[in-house]
């Protein structure tokens, strides 16, 4: 049964149909009146083109619809992890100038496809209505003026991160084409300032071969509710789009590496809507094939640099003598973001970049893989994770993202196919090209292996000496190697460490438990505690008490507890021990907590390793 609430968007003063049910939710968009909520700069952009047909301009204002629902409207929150939590259902009502145009048969089908795809989101539905006109954006828009194709020009998209930078760059230096450079501006000062320095650097050292187009979208008087935007890319092709038909090409480039585009989930919580498939192989193909589709004959969208990771293009520009570009380049996915310590000098204010997110953390490891690094300056983050502690929800991203390129650094391609890559590469398989599927999960599989190599290499540099290693710091985790164990591992220590300093603090003074119950109660009240804390760390792993989880199939992190009193022996604490985890479930990682106020164990390491040497699904914390 579908619980998923349909969310109806109104747009370009669309009328609300009449068997509307109560629990769906109106929203209504406009940027045309005096009370909009949404800015569209649609004449400026057309008036840089001389002219656009109507159907292109409805096609612009409805990715720009599309858009600013995706961000009014919130998918679920972090902690909701079950796929309908995170997915949508649409209904778009939009009045559109070209009417019989839209009415084409299949045409809100392909788009519909393609975008629930890109989205991760339930459903999309469209409804156009008669009756949208305008007037004349410029002088010249009129179907008298066109543009003829134009020799020797390409259109790429450019957002002014690296990639997109790396690939006008190789363009300019190893073509003689002229560049017509397509820009989303979302509202954002510091991105439109991003953007433009890039842009005066190509047309100063590549005089008359770059021309740039923005395109103005962003929501207006309100902050957007959700900010993870897999529909801009939907958006910024359809800008490419409009340009590349305007000038008689049919095609456009899109710069971005494999490693990003293809996205693979590092845990279970990231499929679906959680995964960004922004410019995903099959992404990209569906896009392409409703622009055909549009424009009644095919029409391509290039992805040059899908067998590429971030290290290589880096390397390009560097290769390319641009390296004094990198630091002008905006990578982050998280610019607005102002969540880092403030008492930490090293975390600047006026830095562009979050330094936190995946973006961030795949830039700077990049940069060290392809020694950029001081071009990559540390003053570009807000936040500093290679030396200083960072938030846990930091934390895990940077150990998801280290173990996920170890892994595929010592895996074969038969390895790397029956893994976790399997279920991903079904949508890819089909969009890229190669002689037969062999090959290409060859392709793949050396794309991945590559990575890891490189990000081998960057952990390498990166472990260079400091005064003065900060616990929580990217320099700890490389020193204790703790991308080499498991989550579930991590946890059990954590858990562990924390009940090592919080129980002898609430049983001083001889205030010791009654029973074995009393204990388990305590313990488990200081877990509860900490709970949020440990799940956001840690989101992958099912944990709680052996005494409380009746389920004998569970996997994840059990605690067991035994409490040494009135004469137990260590030998008779082992015995009950031993007889205990005979009990609990194989798959489970066990945390033996020992409470022995006494110290009737004289020798912890021999205990300890009792049960740890028989198995690595055990750790033992004896608490005093």
């Not at 919580?269 to 622009?291: M, Q, Y």
């Not at 090293?346 to 060290?368: K, L, N, T, V, Y």
């Not at 398989?429 to 991945?448: P, S």
């Amino acid at each position: 049964m579908n619980t998923i609430k349909q969310h109806i968007i109104l747009c370009n003063n669309a009328p609300l149909p009449k068997d509307v049910q109560e629990d769906v939710d109106v929203l209504n968009l406009d940027y045309r009146s005096k009370e909009s909520n949404l800015s569209i700069k649609l004449p400026n952009f057309v008036n840089s083109l001389y002219h656009l047909p109507d159907n292109i301009k409805d096609l612009l204002e409805i990715a720009s619809y599309i858009f600013a629902a995706d961000r009014n409207i919130k998918r679920g929150e972090k902690s909701d992890v079950e796929y309908q939590k995170w997915s949508r259902h649409f209904h778009f009502i939009i009045k559109v100038r070209d009417y019989q145009f839209w009415s084409k048969p299949n045409l809100a089908e392909k788009l519909k496809e393609a975008l629930k795809f890109v989205s991760g989101d339930f459903d999309f539905d469209f409804t156009f209505e008669e009756g949208h006109q305008t007037t004349p954006e410029g002088l010249f828009d009129d179907e008298r003026f066109s543009v003829e194709p134009t020799e020797n020009t390409k259109v790429i998209l450019f957002s002014g991160g690296l990639d997109s930078l790396a690939g006008a760059v190789e363009l300019l230096e190893t073509t003689n084409d002229n560049l017509c450079l397509i820009s989303h501006r979302s509202g954002q000062p510091g991105t439109k300032k991003t953007q433009d320095k890039l842009v005066s650097a190509l047309q100063r050292d590549y005089s008359n071969r770059c021309k740039h187009y923005s395109f103005s979208c962003n929501l207006k008087g309100v902050r957007a509710v959700e900010e993870t935007q897999r529909t801009r890319s939907f958006l910024y092709c359809s800008i490419a789009f409009s340009l590349s038909h305007a000038i008689g090409l049919d095609r456009f480039f899109v710069f971005e590496n494999g490693i990003t585009s293809l996205n693979f989930a590092r845990r279970q919580d990231l499929i679906n809507a959680r995964a960004s498939r922004t410019t995903h192989p099959k992404t990209l193909a569906l896009f392409a094939e409703f622009f055909s589709l549009f424009c009644s004959k095919p029409f391509l969208i290039e992805h040059p640099y899908l067998f590429c990771t971030k290290t290589d293009v880096l390397s390009k520009i560097k290769f390319f003598g641009k390296a004094n570009y990198i630091d002008s380049a905006v990578s982050c996915s998280k610019t607005f973001k102002k969540d880092w310590q403030p008492d930490v000098e090293e975390h600047i204010s006026m830095a562009p970049q979050c330094g936190g997110c995946s973006q961030c953390i795949d830039r700077r490891f990049a940069a060290f893989a392809s020694e950029t690094e001081e071009f990559d300056a540390r003053h570009l983050y807000k936040i500093d994770f290679i030396r200083y502690s960072v938030e846990s929800d930091i934390k895990t991203t940077l150990m998801d993202y280290i173990r996920q390129a170890m892994k595929y650094s010592k895996q074969n391609v038969d390895e790397f196919y029956y893994g976790d890559a399997m279920e991903f590469l079904v949508d890819i398989d089909d969009y890229i090209e190669g002689a037969d599927e062999e090959d290409r999960v060859t392709m793949i599989h050396d794309l991945f292996l590559r990575h890891g190599k490189q990000i081998e290499n960057a952990l390498k540099r990166m472990e260079m000496p400091f005064e003065k290693v900060v616990a929580g710091s990217l320099q700890s985790i490389i020193t204790n190697r703790e991308y080499l164990k498991e989550d579930v591992e991590i946890l059990a220590n954590k858990i562990g460490k924390d009940l090592l300093k919080a129980l002898p603090m609430m049983f001083h003074n001889g205030n010791l438990p009654k029973d074995e119950k009393d204990l388990n109660n305590k313990i488990n009240a200081l877990i509860e505690k900490n709970r949020k804390d440990y799940e956001r760390e840690h989101p992958s792993v099912k944990f709680g008490l052996a005494t409380i989880i009746p389920d004998h199939a569970f996997e994840g992190l059990l605690i067991e507890t035994k409490y040494l009193r009135n004469g137990t022996t260590p030998s008779k604490a082992s015995d009950g021990l031993a007889a205990d985890l005979f009990k609990l479930p194989s798959e489970s990682f066990k945390l033996l907590l020992v409470y022995d106020p006494t110290r009737s164990i004289s020798d912890d390491e021999v205990f300890s390793n009792g049960f740890e040497s028989k198995s690595n699904k055990c750790k033992v914390y004896i608490i005093r």
